[in-house]
Each structure stands twice: as structure tokens, then as C-alpha cells.
């Protein structure tokens, strides 16, 4: 029988394995995380579109879609519970009430960051910002046009990506980055002329093919020699080809042709004009399939219970966001599916505001990164539910909704959005100027490690 003194261990080597014992506990996080993303992902693909709608600034979740009440709330609020845990304010989204049965709100999202532009850039791209990589990194609607690009069909000639309105958001539009300028947004300002983005007379468009002809033939050389086969002249040549393909194109005009009845419909406004497009836009099906829209104005750091604050930004966004879920879900496809059903909506913003009493001397809330909440709808999410649940005032998550024993953050968001378009967001790419691999979701997050996973209960 062996001496059990041959089984005792050194101090030395005790103080080793306890060492070996405490790193493999503490970098746990980072084995799971490698070992969940070397498996291959099931993507749901449940939808064919995307369409975001931005909250600019931040809105105040707790005046809004996770109604807090206290002394602060104005009694035009006209909060009521429209059923157990669902507390409304009337006042300010009568439409959107009736369309909750289409929609989930998602009470558990958290941010990493509460400083504009980063928050902003976090939300476009999934990726925190990283100022050596910041022009490298694609955002989210690249890369859903990226990996849509091969299902294009001969006939489509819109966009894969579009954007409207991003005009005073402080990261800017996020673009392709790495990735070809193809799979860049196609930016629309609705406050313009929107019959410049179709030539409808047949004479002009005649004169307009006959001069493209002709730029063709003069630039040749820098369109086919091998030698200028920079990235920058790939992309400038793709900017030009979508945008002749978009003018000639007979199905674009009515795109952008919107009737007074459907302007005062949707509220008269230019987010109610970028709802309106977002919809034609899907209704088309012509090679779009996704539109980031931004509302401006929710950064309500003063007077926020002001007709000039919360509630003009309220009764723009109750009409336009209501009767495009509306018109989404009663237009149909000649298989008898609805446009809803194949486009998933979200609208958020990229933070939450302070809770509970407002500021005192400026009289508004400042911006809030451990709460805020979010509307999904359609492409196949089950309405009429609330996931996730805040405490009293609204200042943390108590509980997340899903099976992750974290809150929500647009990683997840994101991964949802590549699992409803079918794409496999555990991908990575190699060979970016940078050297460092790409991936659609970084195992890294901003402060921590996470599992980024899909918002599973949205979808019942």
C-alpha cells in the first residue's frame, strides 16, 4: 500500500492547482461561449423583411411602452390597464392600443452604453465602438444585404438595404464597411423631392439610358482594367449601376407616390412618409429587405411633459407605426399570406430615460442604459404579449422573460434579426483589411461576456 504522504501536495503545488483551479473557473464564460459558437446555428427563417424603426434619443420607457405612474404622470396621459400588467397611455398611443394583439412588448432590454453615439452605433451594428474598427465594421442591414444577395432574382432591381430619415442621428449612418459599397443603405430623405428617384417620362428616360451609354463607353477603362480594381472604384461602379437600375426601373415610381388620403392617414409627417415607403417598399418585394427608419426628437433631456416634447413625438409615431402594422397585416400575397407575416417590425430607441421624478430646473429625464423597452411584431413573432418586467419605477430589470438570466441587449436583437431572415449569425469572416475576423455576432461583448442568443418567446 502506497504512503498517503505520497498523495499530499507541496505548498507550491498546491498554491499552483488552486491558481489553474480559480483561472479555469473565471475564463469559464469565455469556453462555453467558443464551444456554443463552433456549433452550427438553426436559423428560424421566418421572415423576408426587416423593418426597424428608430426612437432617436432615447425614449422614456417608463411614460411609454412600460408605463410607471407617479406624481410626475399628466392626467392627459389617460393611463389604463388594458389587461393584468399592461398599464397604457391612451392619450398618447390610442392606435397602437388596437394593435397590441399584433405586437410584443419587450419590457427586459438594457444597453451598454448611455452616451449617444455609441448607444447609436451599438443598435446599427451589434458591435461596440471600437475607433480602429469603426470604419471597418458593416452594420446589421449590410450584412442581411450581403447575405441576401445571392436569393436576388434577375428581377430585382431596388436596394437590398434602405434607410429613410437618418438625418441627426450622432453616430451617422452606419455603412457597408469591409464589406462591397453594394451592400451599403440606400438613404432617402422624405422632406425632398421624392419624384427624383424615377424617371417616368419616356423621352427623358430614353435621353437619361442614352447619356449612361455614353459614361459607360467614356469611363471603360476604369470599370474593366484590372489594374484599377480597387475597392474604390468597385464601389463607386456599384452605386451607379443600383442607382440606374432603381430610375428606369417602371415599378419605382409608385413607390414614391403617396396619395394625400395615405399621408394624412399616416399622420402627415415625414416619419408617417417613411412608414408609408417602408411598407411600399415590402409590398413590392423588388430585391428591398431592409429598411432602418429614424424618428428624431426623443432625446427629452428638458420640459418633457411640453406639447413640444413627449407628445409631439407620441402623435407622430402612434399613426404611422399603427397603419403600417395595419396595412401590413391585411395586404396580402396572392398565396393568401399577409405582408406581416413575412416582415418583422421592431421599433426602439438605444437607451431608456431616468426614472422616476423628473429633473428638477430643467424638468425631463436623462439618459438611462439599465431599462428600456421595445415593440416586435410580424414575421412570425405571436402577439399581444409583454415579455419581461421592470421593477416599480422602472430603474432595473427584476425580471428578463427568456431563458437567459440577463437582460436583453441588441446583440440579441440582432441575432434575432439574422435567425427571422435565415442567416446563420454565428458566421465569421476572415481576410478584413484589418486582419481581425468579422463576426455577426461578437463573442465579446461591450462590458462582458455574453451568450447572445434569440429572443425565442417572441415567437411563442
Given at each position: 500500500?502506497?504512503?498517503?504522504?505520497?498523495?499530499?501536495?507541496?505548498?507550491?503545488?498546491?498554491?499552483?492547482?488552486?491558481?489553474?483551479?480559480?483561472?479555469?473557473?473565471?475564463?469559464?464564460?469565455?469556453?462555453?461561449?467558443?464551444a456554443r459558437a463552433a456549433q452550427p446555428s438553426k436559423p428560424r427563417n421566418s421572415a423576408r423583411f426587416v423593418i426597424w424603426v428608430m426612437l432617436d434619443g432615447?425614449?422614456?420607457?417608463?411614460?411609454?411602452w412600460d408605463l410607471k405612474q407617479g406624481p410626475w404622470t399628466p392626467p392627459d396621459f389617460d393611463v389604463r390597464e388594458l389587461q393584468p400588467g399592461l398599464k397604457?397611455?391612451?392619450?398618447?398611443?390610442?392606435?397602437?392600443?388596437?394593435?397590441?394583439?399584433?405586437?410584443?412588448?419587450?419590457?427586459?432590454?438594457?444597453?451598454?452604453?448611455?452616451?449617444?453615439?455609441?448607444?447609436?452605433?451599438?443598435?446599427?451594428?451589434?458591435?461596440?465602438?471600437?475607433?480602429?474598427?469603426?470604419?471597418?465594421?458593416?452594420?446589421?442591414?449590410?450584412?442581411?444585404?450581403?447575405?441576401w444577395q445571392q436569393r436576388r432574382r434577375?428581377?430585382?432591381?431596388?436596394?437590398?438595404?434602405?434607410?429613410?430619415?437618418?438625418?441627426?442621428?450622432?453616430?451617422?449612418?452606419?455603412?457597408?464597411?469591409?464589406?462591397?459599397?453594394?451592400?451599403?443603405?440606400?438613404?432617402?430623405?422624405?422632406?425632398?423631392?421624392?419624384?427624383?428617384?424615377?424617371?417616368?417620362?419616356?423621352?427623358?428616360?430614353?435621353?437619361?439610358?442614352?447619356?449612361?451609354?455614353?459614361?459607360?463607353?467614356?469611363?471603360?477603362?476604369?470599370?474593366?482594367?484590372?489594374?484599377?480594381?480597387a475597392k474604390a472604384y468597385r464601389d463607386y461602379n456599384d452605386h451607379y449601376e443600383s442607382a440606374v437600375r432603381l430610375l428606369v426601373d417602371p415599378r419605382t415610381a409608385p413607390l414614391f407616390r403617396l396619395t394625400a388620403e395615405e399621408k394624412t392617414r399616416y399622420g402627415s409627417t415625414p416619419l408617417g412618409d417613411a412608414c408609408l415607403i417602408a411598407r411600399n417598399l415590402v409590398e413590392a418585394d423588388s430585391g428591398t429587405h431592409f429598411i432602418f427608419l429614424q424618428h428624431n426628437g426623443w432625446d427629452h433631456h428638458s420640459d418633457i411633459y411640453q406639447r413640444k416634447n413627449i407628445y409631439k413625438q407620441c402623435a407622430e409615431l402612434d399613426p404611422a407605426l399603427s397603419n403600417l402594422l395595419e396595412d401590413l397585416a391585411t395586404r396580402k400575397r396572392p398565396d393568401g399570406h399577409s405582408l406581416l407575416e413575412e416582415t418583422l417590425v421592431i421599433s426602439a430607441g438605444e437607451f431608456g430615460r431616468t426614472p422616476g421624478v423628473i429633473t428638477t430646473g430643467l424638468k425631463g429625464r436623462d439618459?438611462?442604459?439599465?431599462?428600456?423597452?421595445?415593440?416586435?411584431?410580424?414575421g412570425g413573432v405571436k402577439g399581444g404579449q409583454i415579455i419581461g418586467k421592470t421593477n416599480e419605477d422602472g430603474s432595473k430589470v427584476i425580471d428578463a422573460g427568456w431563458g437567459a438570466k440577463r437582460s436583453i441587449y441588441m446583440e440579441d436583437i440582432a441575432t434575432?434579426?439574422?435567425?427571422?431572415?435565415?442567416?446563420?449569425?454565428?458566421?465569421?469572416?476572415?481576410?478584413?483589411?484589418?486582419?481581425?475576423?468579422?463576426?455577426?455576432?461578437?463573442?465579446?461583448?461591450?462590458?462582458?461576456?455574453i451568450v447572445s442568443r434569440e429572443i425565442e418567446p417572441l415567437f411563442g
Open positions: 500500500m502506497p504512503n498517503l504522504l505520497d498523495n499530499f501536495l507541496t505548498r507550491r503545488e498546491m498554491f499552483r492547482v488552486g491558481a489553474t483551479s480559480v483561472g479555469a473557473y473565471t475564463f469559464s464564460p469565455l469556453l462555453q461561449t467558443q432615447g425614449a422614456s420607457h417608463l411614460d411609454t397604457w397611455p391612451m392619450g398618447l398611443f390610442p392606435q397602437l392600443a388596437k394593435q397590441l394583439p399584433r405586437a410584443a412588448l419587450v419590457r427586459s432590454l438594457e444597453a451598454w452604453d448611455s452616451v449617444h453615439g455609441r448607444a447609436q452605433y451599438y443598435v446599427q451594428s451589434a458591435h461596440s465602438l471600437n475607433p480602429a474598427l469603426h470604419k471597418e465594421i458593416p452594420s446589421v442591414g449590410s450584412v442581411v444585404a450581403m447575405e434577375p428581377t430585382d432591381s431596388l436596394p437590398s438595404y434602405v434607410a429613410l430619415n437618418v438625418t441627426q442621428n450622432q453616430a451617422g449612418l452606419l455603412k457597408s464597411g469591409f464589406l462591397p459599397a453594394l451592400h451599403s443603405p440606400f438613404h432617402i430623405q422624405t422632406q425632398t423631392s421624392l419624384s427624383a428617384y424615377a424617371v417616368e417620362n419616356a423621352d427623358e428616360k430614353a435621353e437619361f439610358q442614352r447619356r449612361w451609354a455614353l459614361l459607360k463607353d467614356f469611363d471603360a477603362r476604369l470599370r474593366n482594367d484590372s489594374s484599377l480594381q439618459h438611462y442604459q439599465y431599462a428600456f423597452s421595445g415593440l416586435f411584431a410580424g434575432t434579426i439574422y435567425s427571422a431572415m435565415g442567416i446563420d449569425w454565428r458566421k465569421k469572416i476572415t481576410g478584413t483589411p484589418s486582419g481581425r475576423d468579422f463576426y455577426y455576432i461578437e463573442p465579446f461583448a461591450a462590458q462582458k461576456m
